[in-house]
């Protein structure tokens, strides 16, 4: 019954995000500076080819009726057609999908590699009192934290590709190319995680259950991955779902600044040209990813950790 009550309610909360985002992405169009009909027949078109494009776009229908239309469009995988390349949207998406969804799965690694175990490490540290350790990881973790994205990525690529030229600058073609952005995206969400971690290690480290494991001499590696490490891993995974959202957002700048040819710079680029099927498109893909793994996460925690269920309700 629990676990009915939780998967319905986070069925509900995920409907109602799913039509919000889908109606967002569809005023898009309608508050968006210009006339879409303008931009298809061509800025130098008379009126009589701007309105022949306007009845082909469906813009002199009703509002409502653009909206089922729409609806039923995405039903049926249809996000209309790009401005600029006169190719279905998905097509666009799909040619560039690639690279992005590349960065994200090689950042999100790095998060997990590098956030958790940190963090672990840094709350044995401070609690054996090491004291000049809490103030480097403090400070250092802090301030990468605090870093925009397109500074880190700048800094990555004049270091490592232009001085030290250890790896390639732009592209999107290989595994290294895609180190260097990935590492920009994950360095944020990784000094966020692992101070997040550290906090609740600390926690756990001083609670009741593991001084009586400690008491009854449990081995330490035993007691790290039995009591420390599970009840550390359900911080990270809290924070999962704005994790993901922090690397796709840092994904539309990174991507410029090393030249990759992603859902990022097409945003952009689609953005610059006033191409609105495929801005929306885009966003609508972005924005349905981010809800989808947020609720992948919830039901991820509700396994590890079923308190969540009582908590989220």
Do not use: C
Not at 26 to 46: E, I, K, Q, S, T
Not at 208 to 214: D, E, I, M, S
Not at 266 to 288: A, E, F, K, N, R
């Amino acid at each position: 019954m629990k676990w009915r009550r939780f998967l319905v309610s986070r069925l509900v909360r995920l409907a109602f995000v799913l039509v919000a985002i889908t109606t967002l992405t569809f005023l898009m169009m309608h508050l968006a500076p210009g006339d879409p009909a303008r931009l298809v027949a061509g800025m130098d078109a008379d009126e009589q080819a701007v309105e022949v494009a306007r009845e082909r776009l469906g813009l002199d229908q009703p509002m409502y009726r653009q909206f089922l239309d729409y609806v039923g469009g995405l039903f049926r995988g249809d996000m209309g057609t790009s401005f600029a390349t006169n190719q279905p949207v998905t097509s666009e998406i799909a040619q560039k999908i690639g690279p992005t969804a590349q960065l994200a799965v090689i950042g999100m690694a790095l998060i997990l590699l590098v956030g958790l175990p940190l963090g672990i490490i840094g709350a044995v540290l401070t609690r054996n009192g090491h004291r000049w350790f809490e103030i480097i990881f403090s400070g250092s973790t802090g301030a990468m934290a605090s870093i925009p994205q397109y500074l880190i990525a700048t800094f990555l690529a004049f270091l490592f590709a232009v001085t030290w030229q250890l790896l390639p600058v732009a592209g999107s073609g290989s595994i290294e190319a895609a180190i260097l952005p990935a590492v920009a995206i994950a360095v944020r969400p990784a000094a966020s995680i692992a101070r997040l971690v550290r906090v609740r290690t600390l926690e756990v480290l001083e609670s009741p259950y593991v001084r009586t494991a400690r008491s009854k001499r449990l081995p330490t590696r035993k007691l790290y991955l039995s009591h420390v490490f599970p009840n550390s891993i359900t911080t990270m995974l809290a924070m999962g779902g704005v994790t993901f959202a922090s690397l796709i957002g840092g994904a539309v700048i990174v991507e410029q600044v090393f030249a990759r040819l992603g859902l990022g710079t097409t945003l952009v680029h689609s953005v610059l040209v006033g191409d609105y099927p495929v801005v929306q498109g885009i966003v609508l893909l972005l924005g349905l990813s981010v809800v989808l793994v947020n609720a992948l996460v919830d039901v991820i925690l509700g396994i590890v950790d079923p308190r969540t269920m009582e908590a989220g309700r």
